[in-house]
């Protein structure tokens, strides 16, 4: 009997065991993500945002925060590089710019100069520059008054005094106003000019209408922020959205489209609550294009079939990230975000200096910053050349990237993890720049279109409508396209409002 007992306690022992084991190792996995994730977050609050390798990544070793730690740290023999010769552009000066503004002179000189020495008439042998200075007008308001007048021809005859004014018997008399042109807003005081700034001023400038009601009001000016707001509804509906209708129109025939979307708060939507995010759609063309075409799409959700309806009839490359919504836009070439696959190795790079070097997510950003190198040496070469040196040099680290990838045995729920899983999952993706030198390497181009957006949107916080919602997205559409083409925006914009409505001129290159 005793002997059972004690082959019944060396048996609960080893279970017990086994559990306590398997409990070590689920607490060991959780411990390491909760880690991982207090060092992002550390990084998020105190550390630099930046992902590049300069800073990142220093000979195999991280930077520190502490001087006496890195000056402890073994410094690796010097080596020779050999620079390759490159083109450096011409440093700009300010008589470049300062020859396309206006000048104004401002003359010294003496009416009668005397001789401080024997008294005698000097005269004038030349002047010279002494420096110029570069003035700001303050912004003025003045009201543009618009006083008819009214013709009569006194050959038509007149009716008399004692007659009937409604008889077709007696002649009537011509008369008639001048021609003159009509408000831009029925009942309003609004001016192309001060609609020009006010739009400018929050979606160039990201100035809420609230600011600018208290600017105005210091002005002596007391424009109310829902008369400005009613004014930006017409101005989008009536004259800026044909103009992104063309646009979209244009987006469509080209060989490469960005994509991107990001979140906005609609205080009232129809069937959703206020806290619910919605989405503002960002499209663009390549930057191989001569003329660049930003448009912003506003839709209540992250549905791909928002991406489908958009890209309806367009059969080029797709350049985008992850999201797995994008997959139902069909008849189009994806194209996965290199950066964003880099980006998600960044993230799983260890803190620990002792394994740094040899990190696998380490190897692979380094593996990254060698085809980013390779590319650069192509930018001034032609679709067709950059596509062969595109097999020929970043074809096999991308090979090689993968072929170590595939390998690679990781689990759980690790940011390394997260990224290998990324990377394979995109890796068809990844491989299709290679089948166009003008299609680029990731989707840099649609995040940087959308940034202004998102600066935007920490001023303004949120749209109150949906209608608001989708006047901002056609009025971004406006301005992000005239600044990427180098227009002068306020400008362009008081153009487009002086015109009838309907008119449609293009923020384009001509």
Known sequence: ??????????????????????????????????????????????????????????????????PEEQEQSVKPAEETITVPEHKRKKKRTHDDWMSKLPVEEIEHKEEHPVCEICEAEMKEIGKEKAYDELVFTPAKYHIRRHIVYTYKCPECGEYPSDHDNESDDIERCNIRRAYYPK??????????????????????????????????ASKHIPLLKATMSNWILT??????????????????????????????????????????????????????????????DYQPTRKGENAQAFLQGFTGYLVRDGYSGYHKVTGVKHVACMIHVRRAFVNAMPSEKPIYGVSYATEAVKCFDRIYHEESQLKEMSADKRKQQRLAKIKPLLDGLFARLETLQVSGNGNLAKAVNYALHEKTNLYTFLEDGNVPLDNN????????????????????????AKASAVLYSILATAQANGLNTEQYLTELFSQPVGTIILPLNT
């Not at 005793?2 to 689920?26: D, F, G, I, K, P």
């Not at 181009?445 to 608001?468: M, Q, Y």
């Open 1 to 66: 009997m005793s002997e059972q007992n004690a082959v019944h306690n060396e048996l609960s022992l080893a279970q017990e065991n086994a559990a306590l084991r398997s409990r070590v190792s689920v607490l060991e996995e959780e411990l390491a993500l909760v880690q991982e994730q207090l060092a992002w977050l550390k990084k998020q609050v105190f550390g630099r945002k930046t992902e590049q390798s300069s800073v990142i990544i220093d000979n195999g070793q991280q930077l520190t925060l502490f």
């Open 183 to 216: 408000p831009m807003i029925p009942g309003s005081f609004c001016s192309p000019e001060l609609m020009a700034h006010i739009v400018y001023e929050k979606y160039a400038k990201a100035v809420p209408l609230h600011r600018q009601e208290k600017d105005l």
């Open 235 to 296: 101005a989008a509906e009536k004259w800026c959205l044909p103009v992104v209708e063309k646009m979209h129109e244009l987006l469509l025939t080209s060989s490469v489209i960005h994509a991107d979307e990001t979140p906005v708060q609609v205080l009232h939507e129809e069937g959703r609550k206020a806290t619910t995010d919605s989405k503002m759609w960002v499209y663009c063309n390549g930057k191989m294009n001569d003329r660049s075409i930003v448009i912003f």
């Open 445 to 468: 181009r649609a995040e940087n279109a959308i940034r202004p957006f998102t600066v935007g949107r920490k001023n303004w916080i949120h749209c109150n409508t949906a209608n608001g």
